[in-house]
């Protein structure tokens, strides 16, 4: 026997009201591709290209709790703002993120990555700068490629120096997606 | 010693036993009524999740709180004369250990006598799952086990 959908829906938004939760977590369909979104009661923790659950069960309970459930009504915001985004409707991100695993410096990047505007594009070394290390421009460059929150925290809007693209966790052809959705590239 | 068994993020643990929560909860309460225990029982594990020390015996901790959930439905419910007998051998009880020695207990002593020694649960625990307090929870366990200690004597 198998638990009727119906239930099982009432449960989880249950459980996500209850505040209980750790983490909720859902996929949203985009563009791009299936992607995984996670948020605790204090903002977005993760959003992934790689749809594979399990090991963002694992990853997400040792970061934020054990209590992690799929639970699509936590993360509705984040889905609202992201289809928005992706529709060209939005061009900026109203919604707070889970920073608590992150060293001071990397939470010192990703504070000035977020202030990229939309369409437009800086460098590594330039991103480094404005984080206070100017000497910093590759350990910028891995803090990018470990964003834990790509596509609200910006990370394709940073590029090479010499107008290269460098390189995308979530792979090339979606940095490119997204920079000809900004209409950076065309 | 024995190695600590890792406890799964809740999803993982709600998906292994969902299904047979709900069985149990229909026998016990019927259809009708089996879908908001449903809720209450994973509720009440998910308020308790946090602090479990370890993840054996999740499937008879569960199991336990359904059964004290669906004791709570009956509770709550003044039984008709329409209403039909609850199938007896149908139910089948989630305390496997220690379930025929506890067996003659009200039912909110031999839940905490259960969970205490069969499960080795800290008050606190048990006080989530059977919705008490833990000074209730240790109050229902001790007089349980007062109570089997008098069973016991010839």
Partial sequence: MTVPTD??????????????????YDLVDSPIGPLLVAASGRGLLRISFDADIEQHLEWLSRVAGRSVLRAPRQIDGARRELDEYFEGRRHAFDLSVDLREVTPFTERVLHELARIPFGETTTYAELAARAGSPKAARAVGMTMNRNRIPIVLPCHRVIGANGSLVGYAGGLDRKVALLTLEGVLL | ?????????????????????????????????????????????LRAYDRLEHGEHLRTWVLTI??????????????????????????????????????????????????????????DQIATALDSSPDAARQAASSGVRRLRKEARP
């Fill in chain 1, 7 to 24: 239930l099982d829906i009432r449960f989880r938004e249950a459980a996500t009201r209850s505040g209980m939760l750790d983490a909720g």
């Fill in chain 2, 1 to 45: 010693m024995m190695s600590t068994v890792a406890i799964p993020p809740f999803e993982i643990f709600y998906a292994e036993h969902n299904s047979e929560v709900l069985g149990l909860l229909r026998r016990k309460v019927g259809r009708d009524r089996a879908d908001d225990a449903f809720q209450e029982t994973f509720l009440r594990a």
């Fill in chain 2, 66 to 123: 359904a059964s004290h959930v669906a004791i709570d439905v009956h509770r709550r419910t003044k039984p008709t004369s329409e209403m039909p007998e609850i199938p007896h051998e149908d139910t089948r009880p989630a305390y496997e250990d220690l379930g025929e020695l506890t067996d003659g207990l009200p039912a909110k002593e031999r839940a905490a006598v259960v969970l205490r020694y069969g499960y080795d649960l800290t008050y």
